[in-house]
């Protein structure tokens, strides 16, 4: 299994108005390979927030075919602008981010009372 996060920095005030937009349901659960994906914020910066994504994959192989698919150009499609708006464009309150890989070579879980 291999875990790829994406540590996301922020605008302060921005990490808990943009997670839930990384754990809605939809066409990504029926991704080949894809388990799971964890949104957590990170606490202990006051500069900025820090969103991490972690997205569970069963392989590499399947990771790169989300990344290549439709499903992944929709779900990072920035809204077009209106033509006849006047209104500014938005800046994004994203700062900048780090994508790491990690593969799982070991595992220990909590014993289950019976």
């Keep these: 299994m291999y875990i790829v996060t ?4 922020m ?3 921005f990490a808990e ?4 937009n990384f754990s809605r349901p939809g066409a990504l659960q029926e991704m080949d390979g894809f388990i ?4 957590a914020i990170t606490q202990d910066s006051t500069e900025y927030d820090e969103l991490n994504v972690s997205m569970y994959w069963e392989t590499l192989e399947n990771y790169e075919a989300w990344k290549t698919s439709d499903v992944f150009k929709e779900a990072h499609k920035r809204p077009a602008a209106s033509a006849d708006s ?3 464009k938005k800046k994004s309150p994203m700062l900048g981010s780090q994508l790491t890989i990690t593969k799982i070579v070991g595992l220990l879980e909590a014993k289950t009372s019976n």
């Design 86 to 88: 006047n209104e500014p």
């Design 17 to 20: 108005k943009m997670a839930p």
């Design 36 to 39: 799971k994906v964890e949104v």
């Design 6 to 9: 994406n540590r996301i920095k």
């Design 11 to 13: 605008k302060s005030g």
